[in-house]
């Protein structure tokens, strides 16, 4: 039996070697793979599909890796992986070990710049370009794919101020599929909708245009044929492009058309029926943090109409979903666009209203400065949601929210908070809705809570007081947020072999319990602290800094995220490797015991 076409393609010189009709079929067979392997492989399903087409035509007419290819958002880039050596590694998406689930520069020299989080990619491209132009490559190629709602971030339009100013080869193809992650919003999916209408290939955008920039299209991105003759023709055109073309997200699985939100990143799902794992565990009974979120913003809006929600196009990740449907009118997505949700949030809170404005820690880096401005310096009672806090998994180094702790405390005017339990976070949710006098960060992480058990009747947490969990012998656990749970786990098996270990959940960074602390180290001669972040700047720094500052000398152990990228895995392999999972935190207080014994 002859092998099929795609596992005759090792790189892109093997492609250029096919035909028309050869290439039409290779098409096939990669969106065929791409849905075989991650049907049992959990990823970003519907983006990729829908640039199938793209992947190959792109590849085939260009030089690729010195002609410059930058794919933005980089989930779309699972065909550019295969297409790209990494046939045979792409079962290994996203798992421990693995290839990545974006570009990453060091994983092959056709990845020309990572891409994990959005609307970054034509800056590169166009930084890429210049620096052509200043070597004196004139016949370098730059091609940035703009696509899934990438373009509505600002960084985007910066971008293109520039380049609509500048003398270089660079093409931007707008994948305009009509969504982000969930259906897009805002004015400019209403702009982009009105020119899919005009007929094909009109070579006529008003905003585009206006930026000096010349347009093409809109193409039919899902047709190789027609694909294939304008990037040709654009191929040979010096200065800068843009080429519109619409393609199908989810395209060529019936279900992932149907369904785009669904199929985004659909987890596990059957490769006939479409059938997800997700709809298989919806009846369970532990929710996940974010749906206990979702329904507790709900239950508190009830209670109070000053409570707005805010989310940068994460409706569904972060269930904002939940209230938008409730309260159409106070739930406010913004697409991907996290500085001005939190300036936006800003706004709203100086006229009187409270806004719970909901984030992924990785992403609320992007609008660092305008926490600081416009929240923090102004002590406007802004709620800041921080979803996906810690190590989130599969999604690696891009999507860890680990520098949130570290990257907080520092600013003045903040309440910092971090549940360890969903009852908990519905309680802090409670108590920041009705705290007026400063901001309120409250971070929560991915994934599964703890038990069914969560709709409690509210109670506040006043801001700056810990807990004691259980008492011990001369060793002490100070924790923050979920992580408790595994100094649980842990203490529980080290009881079992009767070494006794007392456990403190803090529950504010800030402010800190002053009295909880005095008792930590008059108590305690050993202290260990466990964090879902990293250990350089975070809650363990912060126990040092205040040891230091009331005259403790006490030994401190600081667990958490080393000073390193962290890659991707599932997140009890990140545990282990980062040392604070529940076996981790054993070994570690048995290996101090040892020591002092020894001593």
Request: aromatic residues 8%; negative net charge; charged residues 20%.
């Amino acid at each position: 039996m002859s092998p099929s076409l795609l596992q005759t393609i090792n790189c892109p010189a093997d492609l250029r070697t096919l035909n028309l009709s050869q290439l039409s079929e290779l098409s096939d067979e990669l969106r065929s793979f791409i849905l075989d392997v991650v049907s049992a492989n959990p990823g970003h399903l519907g983006a990729s599909l829908g640039v199938v087409e793209l992947s190959v035509a792109l590849h085939y007419l260009y030089n690729t890796p010195d002609d410059l290819l930058v794919w933005d958002v980089g989930h779309q880039a699972y065909g550019h992986k295969i297409l790209t050596g990494r046939r045979d590694q792409f079962e290994t998406l996203r798992k421990w070990e693995g290839i990545s689930g974006f570009p990453v520069i060091n994983e092959s020299p056709y990845d020309a710049f990572g891409t994990g989080h959005a609307s970054t990619g034509l800056s590169a491209a166009l930084g890429m370009a210049v620096a052509s132009a200043l070597k004196g490559e004139k016949d370098r190629k730059h091609v940035v794919v703009v696509g899934d709602g990438a373009m509505t971030g600002g960084m985007f339009f910066e971008a293109l101020n520039q380049a609509g100013d500048s003398n270089v080869n660079l093409l931007i193809v707008l994948n305009d599929n009509g969504i982000s992650i969930d259906k897009s919003a805002g004015a400019l999916k209403d702009y982009l909708a009105r020119q899919r209408k005009k007929p094909q290939g009109t070579n006529n955008n008003p905003l585009f245009d206006s930026f000096g920039i010349a347009t093409h299209g809109p193409v039919d991105g899902n047709n190789l044929e027609q694909l294939l003759e304008k990037l040709s023709d654009l191929k040979s055109m010096k200065g800068v492009h843009l080429l519109h073309i619409i393609t199908t997200k989810g395209k060529g699985f019936e279900r992932a058309e149907k369904e785009q939100v669904l199929f985004h990143a659909p987890g596990m799902f059957d490769r006939i029926t479409g059938t997800t794992s997700v709809q298989i565990e919806s009846s369970k009974e532990v929710p996940l943090y974010q749906h206990v979120f979702g329904e507790t913003l709900v239950e508190l809006a009830n209670m109070n109409t000053s409570i707005v929600g805010i989310t940068p196009a994460m409706p569904t990740g972060s269930s904002l979903n939940i209230m938008m449907e409730r309260f159409p009118d106070r739930a406010f997505d913004v697409d991907i666009a996290e500085q001005h949700a939190v300036t936006f949030a800003a706004g709203m809170a100086t006229q009187g209203f409270k806004p719970f404005c909901v984030i992924y820690s990785t992403f609320l880096q992007r609008a660092y400065d305008q926490l600081i401005h416009d929240v923090a310096l102004q002590k406007l009672p802004v709620v800041i949601c921080v979803d996906r806090a810690g190590l989130v998994g599969e999604d690696g180094a891009t999507h860890h929210g680990a520098f949130d702790l570290a990257y907080l405390r520092c600013i003045p005017n903040l309440i910092i908070a971090a549940p360890m339990n969903e009852v908990e976070l519905r309680n802090m949710m409670y108590t920041a809705s009705a705290y007026l006098s400063v901001p309120f960060v409250i971070r929560y992480p991915r994934g599964k809570a703890t038990t069914s058990n969560w709709r409690q009747p509210f109670s506040q947490i006043f801001p700056g007081t810990g807990r004691k969990l259980r008492d011990g012998g001369p060793f002490a656990v100070v924790s923050i947020g979920h992580p408790g749970n595994f100094v649980t786990e842990a203490l529980d098996e080290l009881t079992e072999q009767e070494i006794y270990v007392s456990h403190y959940d803090l529950r504010f960074l800030k402010p800190l319990d002053d009295n909880m602390l005095h008792e930590v180290f008059s108590n305690h001669t050993t202290i260990f602290t466990v964090e879902d972040g990293v250990i350089n700047g975070g809650m363990g720094s912060a126990l040092m800094e205040w040891a230091q500052e009331h005259g403790f000398v006490n030994r401190i152990i600081r667990l958490g995220i080393p000073d390193r990228f962290i890659p991707h895995g599932s997140p009890a392999e990140l545990q282990a490797c980062c040392g604070f999972s529940a076996k981790g935190i054993v070994a570690r207080v048995k290996l101090e015991l040892e020591t002092k014994t020894k001593d």
